[in-house]
């Protein structure tokens, strides 16, 4: 399984691609950061990251599909997908290489933003780091919810270009769930209501980035990430069985 997450990741850091993804998400985090401080008054750099996150993950969706499109799309275009199923590897073992990869770019990205609190640590500011630190966790396991639906979506079609627009589609679905939940339409069934607002990831990440940890969170995030991999498991078995 390391073969194929070792070769997995050098696929995007071999590449300017996962260099371009992260200077892009740089870019949108750096306007983000500067925008903040320029609406603070004083001359302490006094406001949270929170909101920063909260407003970047908004355009953060816009680049994990990019990121998950070619996990297995590619493989069935390129025609190696019969090469990766003829191989000894499981195929539990081969969605988790290829997803263990992408988290570690996704991580890699995220490192990158940790310079500004740095920076405003560095020049005066005050930074409350134990929100920081769940802003972080939250932002991550978001993610790693984003990035299971993407590799799904790449699993079902051989085109990473659709599957990079259906999984736009979806995840900004996912974004506004807690929007929709508040619409007239789902709040006259107070029962309906509590389920779309028990899936709202938008809601439980409000939670993470205002520096409250809970278990609950941590476990939902965890479990519908592990599902949507059972998922993938369960699509590229079947296609392997076709094949066969």
Not at 28 to 46: E, P, W, Y
Not at 77 to 89: A, Y
Not at 95 to 120: G, H, N
Not at 149 to 168: K, P, R, W
Request: hydrophobic residues 55%.
């Amino acid at each position: 399984m390391f073969a194929l997450y070792k070769k997995e990741l050098q696929s995007f850091f071999f590449s300017p691609f996962a260099y371009v993804l992260a200077s892009l998400f740089m870019f949108i985090f750096s306007v983000s950061f500067v925008t903040a401080i320029a609406d603070v008054s004083s001359n302490t750099l006094r406001f949270t990251f929170s909101n920063i996150f909260y407003n970047n993950f908004f355009y953060f969706i816009f680049i994990i599909p990019i990121l998950t499109m070619r996990s297995f799309a590619d493989e069935r275009r390129g025609g190696t997908e019969v090469l990766l199923f003829s191989s000894p590897l499981s195929v539990p073992k081969i969605v988790l290489a290829k997803f263990l990869s992408i988290v570690t770019v996704y991580f890699f990205m995220m490192l990158t933003t940790f310079f500004f609190p740095l920076y405003a640590v560095l020049t005066g500011g005050q930074v409350m780091w134990s929100s920081l630190a769940c802003a972080y966790l939250g932002f991550f396991l978001w993610g790693l919810v984003c990035i299971a639906v993407g590799m799904l979506l790449s699993s079902l079609t051989g085109n990473a270009i659709i599957a990079a627009i259906i999984g736009e589609i979806i995840m900004e679905g996912l974004l506004f769930l807690d929007t929709f939940a508040g619409s007239k339409l789902v709040a006259a069934y107070p029962r309906l209501n509590s389920i779309v607002t028990w899936f709202s990831m938008q809601r439980r990440f409000i939670f993470f980035s205002e520096g409250m940890f809970r278990l609950e969170d941590l476990v939902f995030f965890l479990t519908l990430t592990a599902v949507v991999l059972c998922w993938n498991i369960i699509s590229i078995e079947k296609r392997r069985w076709s094949h066969s």
